[in-house]
Every structure is written in structure tokens, then in C-alpha cells.
């Protein structure tokens, strides 16, 4: 029984782990504003999250995982019909079955899974159903090939003896339990028998040797005992192979409600971008060890959704370097610019689309990021050492094809001191076969990289004359000259 929606040759059949660096992404990136999007409640808001922050590191997967999301896209109502029959399924369960002790008797053991897998196997045909029904209407090898699997696998006379098989595990009138006698006349052996009536003449012996049957007496408390201990031992085999079977199909609606909860998730959020005017189209997924990035009209979705309206977008085109350095007037948009090229790579590593009209780039090894943080409350260490200390995480946890956004790094201590440690850092990361992105005031450092370019993209805020900011990122050099001259017209009105 398999899924296949967010990868091609393997299910989730659990949710996976947040990777280390998970925090920060979700704060430097304003990730939760995206999550708050896509789903209404704590439980999806944490599959959603899950699944898009650890992504997909095969091309193959992505694209796999893109083509079921076009099909999500275009038949939203068919794919929530089936996510919704997987997510009922295991909330009756739920609801049903309180669960057992487990050290719970094999007989108990037996019993509960019976009563699950009966569940399950409504839902199957159910599913089988719906999955027959919309079939026609998917054109992705995920979603076709689940729907054909339901229909080949789980067909009506597969049900039926499935149904059979488990009515068959009732004992209304008692077991039939088989054994023989091993080493010191201890019981061996133990098998549970189906219960069938016996031919008349089967029943002459009984009479005639009334011996071979007992009775316990009420108050027998070790003859009870005893019993049930014979019975625990027929039952215990067949037990653990129905609690085996049980956990296999659980696994299995789980899988696909976790990986449909996602997919369902991303067109909530395609349709919120959609309704901001925000530009939606699939990225072009590179390998890892490809350089640059392109892109064109780039924006930050968090701003879109928060703000309900188009955000000014971004165009890169052709980059194919490992080091960006944005540089500009305070209140410019890089921020958003960087926020925007993080949060796409997220979206792209999990198989989405992105906000913008175009997007190829590598699918990263891990995006990590290093934004300024507010001072220590605490005064337990400086801005400085966190910065420090938090670059020294991120570098214990990169691999080469990582991505890595800086905001204004190392600007805690002086300007000459933060360029050299920001320009070591850089390089370090470049020869390591990093890509990094860096946002920053600091001219020294930006400076120290534009005497020999190489594969440098110098971007700049743009500033019209009047100072006013368009918050688009353009392809200029760094200017050693501040903007205190915007300051001080604002406050005196001195006009340009």
C-alpha cells in the first residue's frame, strides 16, 4: 500500500524531524506567515511546516512533487475528497478506539485489531471509490497511479473476503485452540482454529467419553487463570500478525493524509497569492552542485499575504556565481529582496511553486540564514560574540551546495573589524562550494570583492534623486556614500 505524492519511490509514513536550524529559518524567513496560509489548525500547520522546511534534495522528487500539485491546483475539490476519507478514517479511530495497554492480553490485542482493520477496510472501499470516480480528471504519475492501485488492489471481491477473513476472528460461541505436548508435558504449538461446525457423527465420541470435556466452577479463580493462559498462548501468533496488519494500513491512511494535508495547503496559499495579484509559476529545479540563480519578477509572498496586495518584484538575470552583495539606503527593500530569494528556495526545495513570474536556481543543500538580532536582554554576551556564536552553528551545520543569507552579519561591532571577519567568512564559504547572499551597509566589505569580481553580483536599492525608495534591487556597485543627507532633509525639509 503505497502514496508515492511527495516522493517517487518512498512514502512519509511520519512526519520528519524540524532540521536544526529550523527556528531561525521560521524567523529570519517570517515563514509562519506563509503556514498561517495554508492551513487553519495546529496539527496541519505542523505538517505544513514540517514538509517545507526539510524539502527534497532530488530533482526528480521535485518535479514529481510539482506535478502533483498541478493536479492539486486544478481539481482541489477531488483531491479534498480523498484526503478527506484518509483524515476521517483515522479520526474514527481516534474517537473509537481508545487504544490499548501493551501489556494487554494477546485476546484483547486481537480483538481491538479486528475492529480497526474493519474500519480500515470501509475506508479502502471508500477510497477506492472516489479514487475510480476522479481518476479521469489527474494527469500526474503520482496521483494516476495511486487512484489505479485503489481500483486494481482493492476491488470488490478483495474487500469482501478481507471482511470475511475478519468476521471469521469473532468467537461468539468460544476458540478452537490446537497444541501438543513438548518437553516435560509443557504445552507447544498453540494454533487458533477456525471454528466450524462438525459433522453429526463427530459428536458420538463426545457422548460416549464425556470425560474429554470440563467445566470451571465460578469461583475457580486458578482454573480461570489457567484457561486464559492457554487461550493468550493460541491467540498470541495470530494477534501479532493483525496488530502487524493494522499498523501497516493505519500507516498508510496517515501517509496520504500527511502528504495531501501539504499539497491542499499549497493551493490555499496559491489562491491567497492569487488573490494579492502576486505572480505564481513553477520553478526550475538545477542540481545542487549548479551555480547562480535567475529570476524575474521575484516577490516576498509573506508580504503579500500579510498586506493582501501585489509587492514590488525583482529581476536577476543569468547569474551564475556563488556570492550576491546587496547594498543600498536604509528602508530600500533588502530585506524583502532576501527574504524573498530564501523563501523561494524553501518553496522550490518542497516542491512548490514561487511568487514570481520566473525562478531556476539549484535545489540547495539546506538554506541557512544569519539576520541581525536585537541586543541581549539578558547582557549575559555581546551582539557581537551571538553573531559569533550563531555564523559558528550555521558553518557546523552547511554542506557544499548550501545556501546561506546574511542581513547585515557582523555589523554589531566597527565597520573595518566586521568587513574583514564578514569578507574571511565569505570566502570561506565560496571555497566551500556555498552560495551566499549578503545584505549589508558595510562598504569595506562589498569594496573587498569588487576589486577582483570574479563571480560577485553587486545589487543596490534603488534611490531616486528625491530619495524616495522604489524598493526594487538593481545591479549596481556599492557607494561608499551614505544616505544621512535623506535624514536630514526629512527633518529640516530642506527640499533636493
Not at 506535478?67 to 484526503?83: F, G, N
Not at 475506508?123 to 480528471?137: P, V, W
Not at 463426545?206 to 467445566?215: A, K, R, V, Y
Request: hydrophobic share 40%.
Amino acid at each position: 500500500m503505497r502514496t508515492r505524492l511527495l516522493y517517487r519511490d518512498r512514502d512519509v509514513r511520519a512526519l520528519p524531524a524540524l532540521p536544526e536550524n529550523a527556528d531561525d529559518l521560521i524567523r529570519d524567513l517570517d515563514l509562519d506567515a506563509l503556514v498561517a496560509v495554508m492551513a487553519d489548525d495546529a496539527r496541519h500547520r505542523d505538517v505544513v511546516r514540517r514538509i517545507m522546511l526539510v524539502g527534497a534534495d532530488d530533482v526528480d522528487d521535485i518535479v514529481h512533487r510539482q506535478d502533483v500539485l498541478r493536479d492539486c491546483i486544478a481539481t482541489p475539490d477531488a483531491v479534498a475528497e480523498i484526503h478527506g476519507i484518509a483524515q476521517d478514517a483515522l479520526d474514527r479511530e481516534r474517537r473509537t478506539f481508545l487504544g490499548i495497554l501493551s501489556k494487554a492480553s494477546p485476546a484483547r490485542q486481537m480483538y481491538h485489531s479486528v475492529g480497526v482493520l474493519k474500519l480500515y477496510t470501509a475506508a479502502l472501499a471508500d477510497l477506492r471509490d472516489c479514487c475510480i470516480r476522479h481518476e479521469g480528471q489527474f494527469r500526474s504519475a503520482g496521483l494516476r497511479s495511486l487512484c489505479s492501485r485503489m481500483a486494481t488492489e482493492f476491488d470488490e471481491s478483495y474487500v469482501k473476503s478481507v471482511e470475511g477473513y475478519l468476521d471469521s476472528l469473532r468467537f461468539p460461541k468460544g476458540e478452537s485452540i490446537s497444541a501438543r505436548l513438548g518437553t516435560a508435558n509443557h504445552g507447544t504449538d498453540y494454533h487458533l482454529r477456525r471454528n466450524r461446525r462438525p459433522p453429526v457423527r463427530d459428536y458420538v465420541p463426545l457422548l460416549e467419553h464425556s470425560s474429554l470435556t470440563f467445566e470451571i466452577a465460578p469461583r475457580d479463580l486458578a482454573g480461570a487463570e489457567a484457561l486464559g493462559e492457554l487461550c493468550n498462548h493460541g491467540n498470541e501468533a495470530v494477534a501479532e500478525i493483525l496488530a502487524a496488519a493494522a499498523e501497516h494500513v493505519r500507516g498508510f491512511f496517515s501517509a496520504l493524509t500527511i502528504e495531501l494535508t501539504f499539497h491542499l495547503g499549497c493551493v490555499r496559499l496559491c489562491r491567497a497569492l492569487d488573490s494579492a495579484g502576486a505572480p505564481v509559476s513553477f520553478p526550475t529545479a538545477r542540481p545542487a552542485t549548479a551555480r547562480g540563480f535567475s529570476f524575474i519578477q521575484l516577490v516576498d509572498p509573506t508580504l503579500a499575504v500579510r498586506r493582501g496586495d501585489r509587492p514590488v518584484g525583482n529581476d536577476v538575470d543569468g547569474f551564475d556565481g556563488d556570492v550576491v552583495f546587496v547594498t543600498g539606503a536604509n528602508q530600500g527593500g533588502k530585506t524583502t529582496f532576501l527574504r524573498s530569494v530564501g523563501l523561494a528556495q524553501v518553496m522550490l526545495r518542497a516542491g512548490m511553486f514561487v511568487a514570481g513570474d520566473d525562478y531556476e536556481a539549484p535545489a540547495h543543500s539546506g538554506v541557512f540564514t544569519h539576520f541581525r538580532r536585537p541586543a541581549d536582554a539578558t547582557m549575559r554576551h555581546g551582539g557581537f560574540d551571538d553573531e559569533l556564536e550563531r555564523m559558528s552553528a550555521v558553518v557546523d551545520l552547511i554542506r557544499p551546495g548550501a545556501l546561506v543569507l546574511c542581513n547585515e552579519s557582523f555589523s554589531t561591532t566597527n565597520f573595518r573589524e566586521g568587513a574583514a571577519i564578514g569578507a574571511a567568512v565569505v570566502r570561506a564559504l565560496r571555497d566551500g562550494g556555498v552560495t551566499v547572499v549578503y545584505v549589508t551597509h558595510m562598504f569595506d566589505l562589498v569594496d573587498a570583492f569588487a576589486a577582483d569580481p570574479g563571480d560577485t553580483l553587486f545589487l543596490r536599492a534603488e534611490r531616486r534623486p528625491d530619495g524616495a525608495r522604489t524598493f526594487r534591487v538593481c545591479p549596481e556597485p556599492a557607494s561608499e556614500t551614505s544616505h544621512a543627507e535623506d535624514v536630514f532633509r526629512r527633518i529640516f525639509g530642506v527640499a533636493p
